[in-house]
RNA sequence: UGCCCGAUGGUGUAAUGGUAGCACAACAGUCUCUGAAUCUGUUUGUCAUGGUUCGAAUCCAUGUCGGGCAACCA
């Protein structure tokens, strides 16, 4: 069986796989039903990845389905800019994957009807929206408000905070909890017609002020915003909170399993009561809880990330550095490793820390099967071959990718006039360095073997040519072509070399967890995160294509900069610039740093 | 001085009352026209104390440590 053939790992398990699998083989329900459920208020990072990927990963492995909905309750934080970007980050890291289980409806439906990819028959779909149920949600109140559910309180902020106490100590009834369900049904509804300024009433549920669960004591259920909202218009000036909110969107798409982070745990039971306190007549999802990511050198909350990019500290969201999904694309990142990473880390409650080396690992091993290889030199040095002619060139077959021959070979000229990097020739080495020196032999991979006869010094002592001799013999098919020599190192040829902007990125921050110890996560971002390179590549790269990924011998993986593009078109005239998305391990530089 | 949740090598995770396993990291070696990849090997763990049991990482009790909860945010 050939390496490249694509295995199928084994369907992750854990905690979550198993309730969902129980309850599919009790009958509870007779299909899967998940959902990602964004606020458009920024934009997706890796945290979300996890969360994707075991949505729709359940959604794949059972053949259920799992929405992509916008969970839009809060018209002054969310933007359709962001709802783009969602759209695309999830479509990017599900196609081929699990995109035949993407639930999405028909535009113009609010029933919470979902169609699947295979069922939309030519019709366009698009995501769901919590505000699309911002009437039903309303019916809903009044039905609470009619059970003596909910009542309409005029406590101020202030007031509210102070009447639900503390933790430790028990609230206080608000004095508006027991007003007649016909004063709370009109009260509620000069709400919604938009009598009130903002802040001046809300509805609350009724449920007990006494509660050692702070968030059964009596939580909003609406609060008045006369907002703008970026779907909604001002239809509204009502907004639902998200605890009430998000059960009944559930409840209308038919999720079985609603799962979301472990900071949600303690709004559970009021998840179970607001849907149970409807006697609504479907079965009713059950809400699990899971640890989010929390990744090393790198930041992760919406907050931090938003202030990374309004303070310029980042190009933007789509910054290479950046944990996003956009930001991990344009540095190369493949949503291969993404899911890969996912299925590594596994679904626990415990908060721990991942460490970056894991998520490195799944990039640099689902690149190195599939990255074209080639030369390039990022730091020259001039070689002269001085038993090479001037205007003869040699033209050497390099394969693609040693792993993939179908991938094929290239040619590459081999000319008078070369460079090599700059770390591979050191004029006083330390022990075991195996590249260049002064007497010392090396091979230029896929050429042959030179000998460093001459160091040229400039007036200031820096090195600036090496005057080598070529062994031909030695090349591919020569007649010495078996002969060893401790290391092999990359090059090009100077007449054939074309120029590029190399970008090398590296981790953003210099602490693993950059927050630790309440310090402030800015003050140890790397001042290296981002050097900028003028490099020689071989000239086949020219032609290189979004879609390719490259391995640059001995140095990284690299692939074309892709800004985001919020149409998906990618500007007209894109100038040739390379993201480093991750270097190779480099066992050398570590036994170095180590001295 | 409340409530909820958690704790398995350095890190993440598996073992669902019956041999503590896997991955990453680290280290050593192999191989190499990439100091990469590959391959081989090594080191390191059940928070503590009691209890139940023929048998406990797993069940129970107590404690310790860690996380979360007091937006008209999600």
Known sequence: MSETEPT?????ADFIRDIVAGDLQSGKHPLSVTRFPPE???YLHIGHAKSICLNFGIARETHGRCNLRMDDTNPTKEDVEYVESIQADVDWLIRGWADDRLGRKVPGDVSGTAVLPSEASGRSLEPFFASDYFEQMLAFAVELIRRGKAYVCDLTPEQMSEYRGVPERPGKPSPWRDR????????????????????????????????????LRDPALYRIRHATHHRTGDRWCLYPMYDYAHPISDYLEGITHSICTLEFEIHRPFYDWVLQSLD??????????????????TVMSKRKLLQLVEEGLVTGWDDPRMPTLSGLRRRGVRPEALRAFAAAIGVTKYNGLTEVSVFEGCIRDDLNLVALRRLAVLRPI????????????????AVNNPSQPELGTRKIAFTRELWID?????EVPPPKYFRLRPGGEVRLKYACIIRCDEVIKDATGAVVELRCTADLETRSGGANAAKKVKGTIHWVSAAHAIRAEVRLYDRLFTEEAPEAEGRDFKSVLNPESALTVTALLEPSLAEARQSDRFQFERVGYFTLDVPYSPT????ASVPLIFNRTLGLKDSWAKEMAKK
């Open 40 to 42: 458009p208020n920024g």
């Open 280 to 297: 609504l007549p479907r079965t009713l999802p059950r809400q699990i809880e899971f640890a989010r990511l929390s990744l090393g050198y």
């Open 422 to 426: 700059s770390d591979d020739f050191m």
């Open 568 to 571: 998906g078109v990618a500007p």
């Open 180 to 215: 007649s369900v016909e004063e709370n049904l009109d009260l509620f509804e000069r709400m919604r017609q938009g009598e009130f300024p903002d802040g001046t009433r809300t509805l609350r549920s009724r449920i007990d002020m006494a509660s050692p669960n702070i968030h």
């Open 8 to 12: 199928t790992p084994p369907a992750p």
């Open 382 to 397: 001039k070689v002269v071959l001085t038993n090479i002619a001037e205007g003869e060139t040699h033209w050497f077959d």
